[in-house]
Nanobody, 115 residues
Framework: QVQLVESGGGLVQPGGSLRLSCAAS????????MGWYRQAPGKEREFVAL???????TYADSVKGRFTISADSARNTVYLQMNSLKPEDTAVYYC?????????WGQGTQVTVSS
């Protein structure tokens, strides 16, 4: 049973930073891609960042230059470093992993950017 567990969310002031973690129950090499998505209240879930082994990471335009996705294969964990946070970054952040054409999701972690 594949499981993804996010952590690291919380309340932060505008301009602050947070690092989200996504721990996989097995090797992250099992996934052909891993990424982060987010869903704000009343909005659809949207793409944030993606990492594919051997390729450069990709980012949504809204977070480019502020967020960084990375992977630690020894810990089977994918991270999302979020800097210069804005109120519009407030959302539930979900980790995603693709095995063939099947998408696995974590339970989500809340990020709130507010003064």
């Amino acid at each position: 049973q594949v499981q993804l567990v996010e952590s690291g969310g919380g309340l932060v002031q505008p301009g602050g930073s947070l690092r989200l973690s996504c721990a996989a129950s097995g090797s992250i090499f099992s996934f052909r891609s891993m990424g982060w998505y987010r869903q704000a209240p009343g909005k659809e879930r949207e793409f944030v960042a993606l990492i594919i082994p051997g390729d450069a990471p990709t980012y949504a335009d809204s977070v480019k230059g502020r967020f960084t996705i990375s992977a630690d294969s020894a810990r089977n964990t994918v991270y999302l470093q979020m800097n210069s946070l804005k109120p519009e970054d407030t959302a539930v952040y979900y980790c995603n992993g693709m095995i063939r054409t099947y998408a696995y999701w974590g339970q989500g972690t809340q990020v709130t950017v507010s003064s």
